[in-house]
């Protein structure tokens, strides 16, 4: 199968730490991306896994791990403007893309 | 400017009535897709191609068509809409092998 779960909102605290996860039932897939969507626009690429571990890019971080069907992303100093939605999509050969859910992050004050 | 453009953007239309939905990129992608998205469900892909006159199905294929005539074009084709196909649409394009994949503005469409 390719369910892919999310949690549907969160809610987090400007200047904090949170993470997003992401798991999967499939196998054989290229890779795993991360997308940040405000309301009503379009998904904007944040990070790709390939291998297993930690990628690190600025305040974002994805960390992905085949054997357990598990990705995540973390995001630190949380501001405001990170207030949006983040989608995870499994990434197949042939470019095709399977999407999770997406998870409503709401940064407060 | 690279980017993937989307015509209309905004779309009330009855049920029955053809109508097609724009997408163009202009990075010399050979890959193209569509997708709807709708509250609950997520992103769900329609159709894609893998390059000029290289179609196949996504997830929901049903009720929609595409044509890849061009690279840089891959308009997406109501037949005869229906209520249900009320949703937000997106096109997106990315190089053979590329690892981002870059979305159009949306097509918000309205049956009724």
């Known amino acids: 199968g390719q369910n892919i779960d999310q949690p549907t909102e969160m809610t987090a605290t400007e200047g904090a730490i949170v993470q997003i996860n992401c798991t999967y039932q499939?196998?054989?897939?290229?890779?795993l991306f991360w997308y940040q969507q405000h309301a009503g626009e379009a998904p904007t690429f944040l990070s790709y896994?390939?291998?297993?571990g930690l990628e690190e890019k600025g305040r974002f971080s994805s960390f992905l791990s085949r054997s357990k069907g598990y990705s995540y992303l973390l995001l630190k100093e949380l501001q405001m403007k990170d207030s949006a939605s983040y989608l995870c999509?499994?990434?197949?050969?042939?470019?095709?893309?399977?999407f999770g859910g997406g998870t409503r992050l709401m940064v407060k004050p | 400017e690279a980017q993937v453009t989307q015509n209309p953007r905004y779309l009330i239309t009855v049920t029955g009535k053809k109508l097609t939905v724009t997408c163009s990129q202009n990075m010399n992608h050979e890959y193209m897709s569509w997708y709807r998205q709708d509250p609950g469900l997520g992103l769900r892909q329609i159709y894609y191609?893998?390059?000029?006159?290289?179609?196949d199905k996504g997830d929901v294929p049903e009720g929609y068509k595409v044509s890849r005539k061009e690279k840089r074009n891959f308009p997406l084709i109501l037949e005869s809409p229906s209520p249900n196909q009320t949703s937000l649409y997106f096109c997106?394009?990315?190089?053979?092998?590329?690892?981002?994949?870059?979305f159009g503005p949306g097509t918000r469409l309205l049956v009724l």
């Open positions: 999509a499994v990434h197949y050969a042939g470019n095709m893309l399977t």
């Open positions: 499939t196998s054989g897939f290229n890779g």
């Open positions: 191609s893998m390059n000029v006159e290289v179609t």
């Open positions: 896994n390939v291998l297993d």
């Open positions: 997106a394009s990315g190089g053979s092998g590329e690892e981002t994949q870059y």
